[in-house]
């Protein structure tokens, strides 16, 4: 019998000959087989060792006289230990091939795990209580991105999957809340990249994909895959043309296509880098704040002491996966959607409308076990509609995601210039130096250089000359303008919602002969 316990040195005893198969067998490669094997004579101390591709006849013969010679024994025994090894290699890499192709086991939820499951998604708090167990599952901090990452990783399953980018400074925690909330995905519905080949995307099974959940550590180690990815998301597929040479040795050329739609995920601290994928994306700017340090280094310290309770992160972790296990993709309508703006700040409008208004179908989609199934009567096909409390839940998390987008400047930088303007106006300061702003809020001196070039050439802060010292120093040109931004940007969305609710008013709906006004549901 081959024994394949150890990886690196199979073992074939039979009652004439011993062999050994140094270094195991290669998977593919199915024409061949070459294998290194070590031949001796059951209870002799004489042993062969001779590199050889047991599907190449003449080898196998050379071999066979060779051990019959050297060891002592007749051709026809070794011919036939030969054979029967050559057989029961190729049967146990053909079972190694096909174990590997099979895809991991779905999990299956019992009875009970399913009624909890329904119950929670039909709760009536169900997006309090689904970032209270992100929390409990270990996600520190971060409430809005970590519910906001949860629903955009939820939406893989819809028609129109939503993507993310996390960005902030080298250590904050970019790629550790990205795979936290990965880890409330189940395994099977998810794909986690770290490097990647510039065309391994086009060697994915056709459908192999759709609807998944692609997480990428850091984008700069995933650059040659980026226009790939944009088209995925784009265009829900990719193809590519690539030459052949058939058995007959004729060149065609085949076209290999790999379909979507699926939900891509990355980790950065070059924002300005990937402008073109961040055009398709959310931007998530992770939390740098001193309380936010202080909420992850006191966790830390819980973990070190041991008074973390895992079995209760572990017990979040699997409910919510279960949770995700029983969502079916089903059309959602928007029949308000005619009613939503946008503020007029928001850099490429076009595309972060589809956002938003694809975020509002996320919203439903998770509550769909909350929405009654309508039916389609032109096609019979099934369909949930948003509702107003979908568009008012969805504006309350988008809000950060929105201001992002009005703002003219990086995340980074503008983080900087609210820092800057809370340090000012504790100290009761209109001006500032570099030497000032580096020596109290521990600023590198080539990274401060960059918001202020930054900061200069977008009008944020101005060079002036002081009266006194006759140095030059900065001073901020408009202390109020985030704070008048966000106000624009509530009083936007304030304006959409009271026009929903105009709309929606029982005198709107009817005429006064009370015939019922007919709404356009798409």
Not at 73 to 90: K, P
Not at 157 to 165: A, D, F
Not at 488 to 499: K, P, W
Not at 500 to 520: F, W
Request: aromatic share 6%; proline share 2%; net charge neutral.
């Amino acid at each position: 019998m081959l024994d394949t316990t150890h990886p690196n040195n199979y073992t074939y005893i039979t009652r004439h000959l011993e062999l050994s198969i140094l270094g195991g067998i290669k998977l593919n490669h199915l024409d061949s087989l070459r294998v290194t094997v070590s031949i001796n004579k059951v209870d002799h101390h004489i042993k062969l060792r001779h590199n050889v591709d047991l599907y190449n006849d003449n080898q196998v013969e050379k071999l066979v006289r060779k051990v019959a010679e050297r060891i002592e024994i007749g051709t026809s025994i070794v011919r036939n230990v030969l054979q029967n090894l050559t057989n029961e290699l190729e049967q146990y890499r053909l079972e190694q091939l096909e174990a590997d192709e099979q895809e991991a086991p779905a999990r299956e939820l019992s009875s009970s795990e399913e009624k909890k499951a329904i119950k929670f998604l039909q709760s009536k708090d169900l997006f309090k209580k689904t970032n209270d167990l992100i929390g409990q599952s270990g996600v520190i901090g971060e409430e809005t991105n970590r519910l906001l990452m949860y629903l955009i990783f939820t939406s893989r399953k819809s028609r129109n999957p939503l993507h993310c980018i996390s960005l902030g400074s080298s250590g904050v925690g970019k790629t550790h809340l990205q795979s936290k909330v990965a880890e409330l995905i189940p395994d099977h519905e998810k794909v986690e990249i770290t490097v990647l080949s510039e065309n391994a995307f086009y060697y994915f099974n056709r459908t192999e994909l759709r609807n998944k959940l692609i997480l990428i550590e850091d984008l700069d180690g995933a650059e040659s895959v980026l226009y790939p990815l944009r088209e995925l998301q784009s265009k829900r597929r990719i193809t590519k043309t690539v030459v052949h040479k058939d058995r007959k040795g004729t060149t065609k050329t085949i076209h290999l296509t790999v379909e979507g739609p699926v939900s891509v995920a990355g980790c950065t601290t070059q924002e300005s880098i990937y402008e073109d994928n961040s055009n398709r994306s959310f931007l998530l700017y992770i939390d740098e704040s001193q309380e936010q340090d202080n909420k992850i280094m006191h966790y830390q310290r819980l973990i070190s002491a041991g008074k973390v309770n895992i079995e209760v992160e572990i017990k979040a972790k699997d409910f919510l996966q279960g949770v995700q296990m029983l969502l079916q993709p089903i059309k959602v309508i928007n029949p308000y959607a005619e009613y939503l703006d946008l503020p007029r700040s928001v850099f490429k409008p076009r595309r972060t409308n589809s956002h938003y208004l694809q975020f509002i179908e996320a919203i439903t989609f998770y509550k769909q076990y909350q929405r009654e199934k309508k039916y389609d009567k032109q096609t019979g096909e099934e369909y949930i509609e948003t509702s107003i409390e979908d568009i008012k839940e969805a504006g309350e998390i988008i809000k950060e995601v929105l201001l992002r987008k009005s703002d003219t400047i990086t995340g980074a930088t503008r983080n900087h210039l609210e820092r800057l303007k809370e340090y000012l106006e504790a100290n009761t300061q209109t001006t500032f130096t570099n030497a000032e702003i580096r020596r109290n809020l521990r600023v590198k001196e080539t990274t401060l250089r960059r918001y202020n070039k930054q900061l200069l050439e977008e009008g944020y802060i101005k060079r002036i000359k002081n009266a006194k010292t006759k140095s030059y120093c900065f001073e901020i040109i408009d202390i109020d303008e985030y704070t008048n931004l966000k106000a624009q940007i509530n009083s936007v969305l304030d304006t959409c919602l009271h026009r929903l609710d105009a709309a929606n008013s029982p005198q709107a709906r009817h005429h006064p002969n009370g015939e019922v006004n007919k709404k356009k549901a798409s």
